[in-house]
C-alpha cells in the first residue's frame, strides 16, 4: 500500500533535482557510493523484496503494526538496534531525498538504488500516518530491545507501537515526516495544528534515545517542513522565518538546513534577509581559518562537536556546505567571515577533506566505511551484523543469548557493508570494539547526506 504516491515523490524527486592514504592517489568514490547506498538495505525491517542485495539479511518485525490493527511492516532500524524510532527515520529519508535532489544526476546507475532506498523509507511513513489524526512515532519497546542482544530477525521484545494525535501530539515526528514526504501537505497541517512536543505524548517509547527538548523544541521542524513543501510545492506558510542557531544540524535540530535550503529561493534578490546571511553566518561558524569558528577539528582534520557519535556532524555540516557551494557558485557569490572570504571552491576544499578522512586518508589508514579498503572497523556495534546470520544459524537466538556474541573480540561475522561509524576521538586515535558504542555504531543519519556529497566528488574528484 501507497507505492502509487510513493512512486509520484519519487518522481518529483529524481526530476528536482581500495582507500589510500594521504601520500598514495585518490578516492574510489565511484565504489564508496555504491557502498553508502547499499547499507541501507542491511537496516531495512519488514518482508525483504526479491532484489534485496545484502543477503545475510532476512524478514523481520512481520507484525508491526498490529496492536494498533495497522500495516507498520517496512522502515529502517535507525542504528545498531531493533526499533524502529520514526523521527531519525525521516530525517534519514529527507537527507536521501535532498541528496539526489541536489547531486542525482552524478549518480550514474547507483540513482535508482538511491530512489529504491527513498521509496523503502517513504513507503513506510505513508503508512505511519494511515490512521486519521495520528502519527506512529516509533515501533519497538525501546528499553526491551535495548536489553538484549538479538537478531532483527528473532526478535522476542514487545513491538508497541507509539503513536502521537490531537491530545498527544508531537510535532516535531509529524513535521520531519511531512518534510520527508514533501509532498504529504496533511501530515504538515496536523503537526501544524495540533502543537506540542512528542516527548510529552509518547516519552516512554522515544525518550532518551530521539527527543527533542526545550519548552518549543518542535519548532524547527514546523519551519523545516514547512520549508520543504515551500520548495516542492511553492506553499507561503507565514510560519516560515530564519532561524538562528549556528553549526547545529540533524534529526533533532533544523536551524542550519532551513537557512541552507530556503536561501536558494531569495539569493541575489533583494528579500535575502534573513536567509543568506544566517547561511553566511554558518560557514563562517564552520571554516576552520575563520574568527567565527564553532566547531573544532582533530589533528588529522575531522570536524568535531560535542556530544556522541561525531561523525553524524561530519557529515551533515559537510553536505550543507556543499550544497550552499553549489548555491553560491550559480549565484556568482562568496562569503565574507570579516578577516578573509571564501569562494565556493573553499567550502567544497573542506567538504572533501571530510570525506577523504572518513574513506582512509587519515592518520590511522583508517576507513571509517565499513568495506572500504582492508583496514576498516571490523567490530561494529550492531546486532544483526555481529551475531550469525539466519542462513549461517537457524536456530532461535534468545535475548541474552547473544551476549557472548556482544563480548567477544572475534570480527563479526556479517559486514554491513557501506555503513559509516561514529568514528575516532579528537585526537584521531578510535578502539576498533562493538563495546564502544559512541564510535563504532553506524546510523542511518549519519550515512544519508554523505550519499549527496560523495556522488558529487565521484564526478567532480
Known sequence: MGSGKCMTLLTLLAVLGTVMVDKVGSQNYGDALSKCILFFEGQRSGKLPSNQRMIWRKDSALRDGSDLGMDLLGGYYDAGDNVKFIFPMAFSTTMLAWSVIEFGQFMGPDLQHALDS???????????????????????????????????????????????????????????????????????????????????????????????????????????????????????????????????????????????????????????????????????????ESPYKSVTYSPGGLLFKSGGNNMQHATVLSFLLLVYAQYLKKHDGSVNCGTFVAAPSRLKQIVKGQVDYILGKNPLGMSYMVGFSQNFSKRIHHRASSLPSIGAHSRHIKCKDGSPYYETLKPNPNFLTGAIIGGPDMKDQFLDNRTNAGESEPTTYINAPLVGFIAYFKAFP
Open 118 to 288: 527513498i521509496r523503502w523509507g517513504a513507503d513506510y511513513l505513508l503508512k505511519s500516518t494511515d490512521l486519521p489524526g495520528k502519527v506512529t512515532a516509533a515501533v519497538g519497546n525501546p528499553i526491551a530491545d535495548h536489553n538484549c542482544w538479538e537478531r532483527p530477525e528473532d526478535m522476542d521484545t514487545p513491538r508497541t507501537s507509539y503513536v502521537v494525535n490531537q491530545t498527544h501530539p508531537g510535532s516535531e515526528v509529524s513535521a520531519e515526516t511531512a518534510a520527508a514526504l514533501a509532498a504529504s501537505s496533511l501530515v504538515f497541517e496536523f503537526a501544524d495544528k495540533f502543537r506540542g512536543n512528542y516527548r510529552d505524548s509518547v516519552g516512554q517509547g522515544v525518550c532518551p534515545f530521539y527527543c527533542d527538548w526545550g519548552s518549543y523544541s518542535y519548532m524547527d521542524e514546523l519551519i523545516w517542513g514547512a520549508a520543504w513543501l515551500l520548495k516542492e510545492q511553492k506553499l507561503v506558510n507565514g510560519d516560515l522565518q530564519a532561524a538562528k542557531t549556528l553549526a547545529e544540524f540533524g534529526w533533532d535540530t533544523k536551524d542550519v538546513g532551513i537557512n541552507v535550503l530556503l536561501s536558494w529561493l531569495v539569493m541575489n534578490s533583494t528579500s535575502a534577509e534573513p536567509y543568506v546571511p544566517q547561511a553566511d553566518r554558518f560557514v563562517c561558524s564552520v571554516l576552520p
